[in-house]
């Protein structure tokens, strides 16, 4: 994807008010975890179809914590562990309250994500989601790879901060190449202005 092609990141405040809209939604735990699956755990419109709940759930049916997510639900071999944010597992525990009362729920072969006409959505229809999402609060530029590329620039300012590095959020984005993970973070000038400062 060329620089200037790529979908824009989000600030902390476009964050937050898109979670708090898409609460108030009539399906608004459901759209509000689509947006977190995204930009509190990095993956893509493919795999947040794809998601079921047998890659989040615990042996006994609890909402574990971390997603397990398969190379078959990802893009190619990029299967991986990742980490549940509080925030994101906490509407996982939400919305599996309200899959079980839904009828030929099954732990092992259900989605997460569902619509009221089909047991799966597609990746498409992810895709047409965070774009009227985006349009309805008036941000433009943003697609479904914005909540994408927020995390992976998120991540990588502040990986250092525990002790980790580029190939752990290399290995959180399901990245074959840590040169493809260096393409979707975002500078900052800012930064750029205080380290040569320090030197």
């Known amino acids: 994807m060329a620089l200037g092609k790529q979908a824009k990141i989000l600030t902390k405040g476009q964050v937050d008010s898109l979670t708090a809209f898409l609460l108030t939604r009539r399906h ?8 977190l699956l ?5 993956l893509r419109a ?13 042996p006994e049916g609890e909402v574990g ?3 397990h997510l398969t190379d078959n639900a990802s893009k190619g071999r990029s299967g991986r562990v990742i980490p549940l944010n509080k925030q994101l597992r906490l509407n996982l525990v ?29 990746p498409q229809a992810v895709v047409n989601m965070f774009k009227r999402w985006y349009n309805d609060v008036g ?5 479904s790879h914005s909540g994408r590329r927020t995390f992976i620039t998120n991540a990588a300012r502040k990986i250092s901060t525990v002790g980790g590095s580029l190939r752990d959020v290399q290995m959180l984005a399901g990245h074959a190449s840590l040169a493809v993970t260096q393409r979707y973070i975002e500078g900052d000038s800012e930064a750029r202005q205080k380290i040569v400062d320090l030197i």
């Not at 608004?28 to 947006?35: A, H, L, S």
């Not at 939400?94 to 959505?121: C, H, M, N, P």
């Open 28 to 35: 608004g735990i459901r759209d509000q975890t689509v947006f």
């Open 38 to 42: 995204s930009v509190r755990a990095g």
């Open 46 to 58: 493919k795999e947040v179809a794809n998601l079921r709940w047998a890659m989040v759930l615990t």
């Open 65 to 67: 914590n971390a997603i």
């Open 94 to 122: 939400k919305l599996l309250e309200v899959a079980k009362q839904g009828r030929g729920f099954d732990f092992e072969k259900s989605y997460v994500i569902t619509t009221e006409r089909s047991a799966q959505t597609s």
């Open 139 to 143: 941000l433009l530029g943003c697609s």
